[in-house]
């Protein structure tokens, strides 16, 4: 019995050293996408939320200089109910000095307006109806608000979001 535990243990210890880790790259390809959507790492985002872009402008103000936005949407590739938002809005310019609105909610996307059926419309706030907004989608890096009747405000004033 001994002479037989001595050549395993030398063929174990060979195959030990000799195997080596896969430093292959991660790719997309080779991680199992269930169990990535289910994984959370403590203190990183969800990891169900996927980043749709962060678009930024200062839109008209009828009491100050301007009202800086910055809009972050965030796709749930799980459950679309699940999109979100973060819209910060800094008034410029104002008596008390520059303040912050920061609000949170869900999203969707809506498709089609009246002056364009094919439009992609980002509806902010659609479970709260009295505080939705609608931004329409121009192009991969542009957003322009729209009025509550989703139609472009006729105004020569800038009231659209460029993607960071």
């Known amino acids: 019995m001994k002479e037989l535990l001595l050549p ?3 063929v174990v210890l060979f195959i030990a050293c000799n195997s080596r880790p896969d ?9 199992d996408s269930a169990l990535a959507v289910k994984t959370k790492i403590p203190g990183e985002p969800d990891a169900t939320r996927m980043l749709i872009g962060v678009f930024e402008g200062v839109l008209p103000c009828a009491d100050c200089q301007g009202i800086k936005t910055e809009l972050t949407l965030y796709q749930d590739v799980a459950n679309a109910d699940n999109n979100s938002y973060i819209l ?6 104002v008596n008390t000095g520059d303040t912050t609105f920061t ?3 869900k999203w969707d996307i809506l498709k089609g307006i009246k002056a364009d059926k094919e439009a992609a419309v980002f509806f902010l706030n659609y479970d709260r109806p009295d505080e939705s907004k ?3 989608k121009e192009d991969e890096a542009t957003i322009v608000m729209l009025d509550k009747e989703q139609k ?11 993607k960071k």
């Open 103 to 105: 609000s949170k909610g």
């Open 152 to 162: 472009r405000i006729q105004s020569t004033l800038n009231y659209t979001l460029k």
């Open 23 to 31: 430093t292959s790259p991660v790719t997309n390809h080779n991680i």
């Open 134 to 136: 609608y931004y329409l």
């Open 8 to 10: 395993v243990c030398i």
């Open 88 to 93: 910060k809005e800094t008034y410029l310019g």
